[in-house]
T-cell receptor
């Protein structure tokens, strides 16, 4: 299995632009998670899906952030408009079952200038 | 609500010396516990997990952790570290029989000194 695949690996964008981050979970994993990692806040859970349905989005910082999972093999995290404080590494992770732990993707390093 | 405290943000240790990374959790219900490792510019990788049973859990790369319910701790240990163990280590908790959400600690950066 190729693992959790995220794209792009790096994204540099100007303030105010729309940014879309993509994730392909491991086949057969029915839960998907989006995390943000910064030096100041560490790893923050933004949102997670179970069977393509959003279960908990309480970590989404504000309305500029949105996430979708149209099918079991694809999810997006969108920021519109982007701001410099959104600069971070965004990780996607998936799991097949409670207690198994997550498999993480390699992350997308987002820089908003 | 559940929380995880990693008491040390950084731990320096000489190569081939033993190391212990400390983790305490807070929860009013039964939990699953995890340790993850993050190498530079990579995602997190599962080192080991405690679900139930024996309180001593062995993981990859020679690491082990011990679950102590009375002290609500899950410390990570390795008897002899190698330069390749330089990384950040995250302790994490999820609630048993509730949902898949995992809460992570802030991490401990392990520095291996030559």
């Amino acid at each position: 299995d190729a693992g959790v695949i995220q794209s792009p690996r790096h994204e540099v964008t100007e303030m105010g632009q729309e940014v879309t981050l993509r994730c392909k979970p491991i086949s057969g994993h029915n839960s998907l998670f989006w995390y943000r990692q910064t030096m100041m806040r560490g790893l923050e859970l933004l949102i997670y899906f179970n069977n393509n349905v959003p279960i908990d989005d309480s970590g989404m910082p504000e309305d500029r952030f949105s996430a979708k999972m149209p099918n079991a093999s694809f999810s997006t995290l969108k920021i519109q408009p982007s701001e410099p404080r959104d600069s971070a590494v965004y990780f996607c992770a998936s799991t097949e079952r409670r207690g198994y732990g997550y498999t993480f993707g390699s992350g997308t390093r987002l820089t908003v200038v | 609500a559940q929380s995880v405290t990693q008491l040390d943000s950084q731990v320096p240790v000489f190569e081939e010396a033993p190391v212990e990374l400390r983790c305490n959790y807070s929860s009013s219900v039964s939990v699953y516990l995890f340790w993850y490792v993050q190498y530079p510019n990579q995602g997190l990788q599962l080192l080991l997990k405690y679900l139930s049973g024996s309180t001593l859990v062995k993981g990859i790369n020679g690491f082990e952790a011990e679950f102590n319910k009375s002290q609500t701790s899950f410390h990570l240990r390795k008897p002899s570290v190698h330069i390749s163990d330089t990384a950040e280590y995250f302790c994490a908790v999820s609630v048993r029989n509730r949902d898949d959400k995992i809460i992570f600690g802030k991490g401990t950066r392990l520095h291996i000194l030559p």
